[in-house]
């Protein structure tokens, strides 16, 4: 069990905890560059280190992971941790490659790179995720996560504690219930697996799969947590066997600081819960199905400060219970960065069976959208596949850096997932501050006379950098079911 390396310079402190001895690098190198093409299949060698990236801070080694994305892989991934107040740091990244070029996204952080051959130096002065990307393309990116001090870290003894220290863990399941922290450690790695023994949950899914319980399961708890700076890796489990976390029926759940990576369903699934917290959480996926965080009838959920890839939705709110069920109300995303390979970055995805109101998406960031296999794609998405009436849902402070399908969609339509055959409603939208790369369209489409989109205010659109003033000069493609759709300069 190693403990962290702690370095400080210049009265500023920093925290890097050890890679678990186990973690090796990659069998293959070209099988883990294939593995993100394959949306299904599990990865054999699990988490590995990157030989792609190396990254230090005053010279001292900070470990670097490597994961399958969709497409342009593997994606590396470090992170390190201030302790006490933050100040300047530089992180030295170093790839295995020439480097020409290098820019670190968000663009919103106005970080500047300086590249000396191999190296690239980034000077940061606080907690922070970027994403580091050599010569003007997007293959094998470095993510890095600085945190800010790790603060109220529980007591191993504590019976009302699940802890885990540093090291590999290899974790069939867990539950947790009223007042549990689950603790995971910095330098620890949980690596979920599905004993030969148990008995799935669903025999054959949709896919065709077998699904088992999820591996961290909250059913009916209170004031629980699911914390640390380690690392869950789900990325050995066949495709739909667990999803990483499901907090159903649940209230006062607080989660932070992990990194999730792998995942074979959903990631983080709220169901029927309230007074939830997502806070400073790491996500890379790469298999269909694999959503970031999923909000489904919920209320009083805030998400903030997360860094997201995935290969399906990033951040979602839907409302998959009928009514009497409430559908969702009263949620904040704010402060998260977002890549997206596959489906939708941020809003209301699809099914929509009861009423979802009074939702924010705020000063967020969206590095890459680049899916564009079908219409209901892109950033800031509204798509509502059922009955329910989605109203209240505002978008401010949006900074889009690469969309290739749509910036902004309100969508009324039918899919593989609908279940009510009435369609709903779209009403009272407002998209404030959004700056969108120049060509970029919107989609606003209604589905009958009956159930339109409606009442939909955008309030200062930017075009790279550039206020676009009226609707015939935004890009906008409108159908004859749109009432009321205002763009004005504020």
Partial sequence: MANPFVYTEKGTTVRIDTAPEAITFAASEERLERQGGDAFAADPDGLVLSRDWQLSVGGHEVPVYAAPVTSGGPASFASLSYVGEPGEITLVARSARPVLSACVRPLSLGLEAEVKEQEILIPISG?????????????????????AEERDVPDASDPKVIYYGPGLHKVSKLELSKGQTLYIAGGAVLQAFVPEDE????ESDWAKKKVYQDFIVADGAEDIRIIGRGIIDLSRLDWHARKAMLIQGSEGVHIEGLTIVGTSHWTIHLSQSKDC?????????????????????????????CLIRTGDDAVAVKAMAAPPVLGGRDITVR????????????????????????????????????????????????TVGDSG???????????????????MVCLIFKDR????????????????????????????HGSD?????????????????????RIEEANFRLNDFVSRINLSGK
């Avoid at 409603?425 to 407002?430: E, N, P």
């Fill in 277 to 305: 917290a997502i806070e400073d959480i790491t996500l890379i996926g790469y298999r269909e199905n694999s959503d970031g965080i999923d909000i489904v009838n919920c209320q009083k959920v805030s998400v903030s400060d």
């Fill in 449 to 469: 006379s009956d159930h339109r989109v409606e009442d939909v205010r955008i309030e200062g659109l930017f075009a790279d950098g550039k206020a676009v003033s």
């Fill in 127 to 147: 907690p922070c995720k970027l994403i580091v990307e050599t010569n003007e393309g997007l293959e094998r990116p470095l993510f890095v996560t600085v945190h």
């Fill in 335 to 382: 402060r998260c960065t977002v890549w997206n390979d596959k489906v939708r970055c941020l809003g209301i995805a699809g099914e929509t069976r009861t009423d979802i109101h009074d939702v924010v998406f705020e000063d967020c960031d969206i590095v890459h959208s680049v899916a564009t296999w079908t219409e209901e794609l892109g950033s800031l998405c509204i």
């Fill in 417 to 444: 997932w609908s279940i009510d055959s009435e369609p709903g409603h779209i009403r009272d939208i407002v998209f404030r501050n959004v700056h969108i790369p120049q060509g970029v369209p919107s989609l606003f």
């Fill in 199 to 202: 008995v799935p949950v669903v």
């Fill in 389 to 407: 009436t989605i109203s209240g849902i505002r978008f401010e402070n949006i900074r889009i850096e690469d969309e290739r399908q749509y910036a």
